[in-house]
């Protein structure tokens, strides 16, 4: 059994940066893509950004392109989130996500393993 595994979330100034980590766990997730989902009390799921097995491949939502950087190290299983110059609207249960086709991953669809997410506040 898969388990992903959020990590690094907590409270931040606006302007300020965190980094969140997301570890598979279960087995090695060979080819898969990784990827990063949020949402907001009240508001529907919104795709973060995604990258491929070898990383050549990286999507990223319109609301944080240029702010946040996904990257992974096979090696230890581990897919990351750099966020930087956080706004109140960042503010999100941020979900880690693993799916076989990162060309569905933005649409939510095809998702094969969710984590269960870490919260990250941004106070105004």
């Known amino acids: 059994q898969v388990q992903l595994v959020e990590s690094g979330g907590g409270l931040v100034q606006a302007g300020g940066s965190l980094r969140l980590s997301c570890a598979a766990s279960?087995?090695?997730?060979?080819?898969?893509?990784m990827g990063w989902f949020r949402q907001a009390p009240g508001k529907e799921r919104e795709f973060v950004g995604a990258i491929s097995w070898g990383g050549d491949t990286i999507y990223s939502g319109d609301s944080v392109k240029g702010r946040f950087t996904i990257s992974r190290d096979n090696a230890k299983s581990t897919v990351y989130l750099q966020m930087n110059s956080l706004k109140p609207e960042d503010t999100a249960t941020y979900y880690c996500?693993?799916?076989?086709?990162?060309?569905?991953?933005?649409?939510?669809?095809?998702?094969?393993?969710w984590g269960k997410g870490t919260l990250v506040t941004v106070p105004s």
């Open positions: 279960g087995r090695i997730l060979r080819y898969y893509a």
């Open positions: 996500a693993a799916a076989i086709s990162i060309a569905t991953m933005q649409s939510g669809n095809g998702i094969d393993y």
